[in-house]
């Protein structure tokens, strides 16, 4: 099924003479909107004329949230006030908020982006939808709501909290569809349980669209396992839309791209040089339809792949790997690039740990000396050696295969590693520089 079938499967060669034509007006849009991208655009001598082709994007400078801070709160905005119909921000743990403008336009194109996913997924006009995000600045619940009132949908925006009368409600509506975070999906899966539901037998919800933090494949498959529905993921952040950027089809092998308003590249984080089909890098990208708050080439930090093979499901459109992290939280191993969503991702698979654990590196003769420090959920097996060696060789083995390296697993008590309110600290990194 398909939103829009003309532009989703669209042939490639014509797809991306539209995002030529939309990126070279894109530049002297910028360029006579923004006085941010005027005086860098001037300054290295780029007007929409010189682009003859789209890898010509890898001349034009590179935008960062930090860019965007800086210019708080509508420095960046490309068209006056009177045009500016709606505002979202992002949640900033430090500082300001970075904020974003839409006008009526930009609102009809998100709604559009987010009807494509959520008919991808498998959502209908037959479908009632409870929305379990915060509504407010955050742009999730929005974007998911007016994008499956988009499609007829029956939307309930019940947000975020109260779980009991979201489980209440969810079963005397006979609701099918659950918008959610996939923490969340599980948390409203267990509080069901406590009060005697059980979310297989006693509710009706047949989907997940799960977005705004990361989903394993791991936890996913135990969100489906305990509501017996069929999640996807869906992917997007409040500087370039919302919810509606990429999201996956009912054969999860990628998340599309609405690339004729997105148009996405991969580079190194390092070196910024551009990369290649499959090769997995820092995901940037450049918005080609937005009028109140226009992107060119916005970092997203989050790091992924690309691949631009026709999809099973008929759909044209590039699609990314589900990230595997942040270029902020990646960390060099002995030439390897290890995510600690990657050591996750195993955690989650073996039943006896908990999710807390600790990457502590060292230098030791010159190499790296790498070990994991994981919490147990039951400290007698502590008193067992064979089976805590055993579990500890279980473990060994899941993280070379995810990992490519061979990291000492030290099995600790529970509770035993440090707590933390905000962004856990993860990695303690001793080595020598
Ligand atoms: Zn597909």
């Not at 092998?253 to 290649?276: R, V």
Request: with cysteine; charged share 25%; hydrophobic share 35%.
């Amino acid at each position: 099924m398909y939103w829009q079938k003309d532009i989703e499967t669209m042939d490639r060669a014509e797809l991306e003479a539209l995002q030529l034509a939309k990126l070279k007006k894109l530049v002297d849009y910028c360029h006579d909107n923004v006085p941010f991208y005027r005086e860098k655009l001037d300054a290295s001598g780029i007007t929409g004329d010189k682009i003859k082709c789209l890898s010509d994007i890898q001349y034009l400078p590179l935008t960062t949230k930090e860019d965007i801070r800086n210019n708080y709160p509508f420095g960046m905005f490309a068209r006056p006030m009177k045009d500016i119909v709606r505002i979202h921000a992002s949640s900033g743990t430090t500082g300001k908020p970075t904020v974003v403008g839409y006008t009526q336009n930009d609102l009809e194109m998100w709604s559009n982006c987010v009807s494509r996913l959520v008919v991808a997924a498998g959502a209908s006009a037959d479908d009632i939808v409870q929305i379990a995000f915060g509504y407010g600045l955050f742009t999730g619940a929005l974007g998911l709501h007016y994008g499956l009132e988009n499609i007829g949908a029956t939307v309930v925006p019940t947000s975020s909290g109260n779980t009991e009368k979201h489980l209440m409600l969810m079963k005397d509506f006979g609701t099918t569809v659950l918008v959610s975070t996939p923490s969340y999906a599980l948390y409203m899966a267990e509080i069901a349980r406590d009060i005697g539901l059980d979310p297989r037998k006693d509710l009706k919800v047949r989907l997940g669209l799960l977005g705004s933090e990361g989903c394993t494949l791991e936890m996913r498959d135990k969100i489906e396992e305990a509501w017996g529905m069929f999640a996807t993921d869906n992917y997007g952040m409040s500087e370039l839309v919302g919810p509606g950027v990429s999201g996956e089809c009912t054969y999860r092998c990628g998340l599309h791209f609405a690339e004729d308003h997105f148009f996405p590249e991969i580079i190194d984080s390092n070196t910024l040089e551009s990369k290649g089909e499959g090769e997995l890098g820092e995901l940037v990208i450049t918005t080609l339809s937005k009028e109140g708050f226009p992107l060119i080439r916005y970092r997203t930090k989050d790091i992924t792949r690309l691949n631009y093979e026709k999809c099973a499901c008929g759909r044209t459109h590039a699609r990314m790997d589900k990230t595997v992290g942040r270029s902020d939280d990646m960390i060099k191993i002995k030439g390897v690039n290890v995510f600690p969503t990657q050591i996750e991702s195993v955690l989650v698979s073996i039943p006896e740990v908990g999710p807390h654990y600790q990457i502590v590196l060292k230098t030791v003769r010159h190499t790296t000396d790498f070990e994991v420090n994981i919490e147990l959920l039951d400290a007698s097996l502590l008193t067992k050696y064979s089976e805590l060696e055993g579990l500890q060789k279980k473990i060994a083995h899941k993280m070379q295969t995810v990992l490519g390296l061979n990291p000492k697993i030290n099995l600790v008590e529970p509770k035993s590693l440090e707590r933390f309110a905000g962004k856990a600290k993860r990695v303690i990194d001793l080595r020598e520089k």
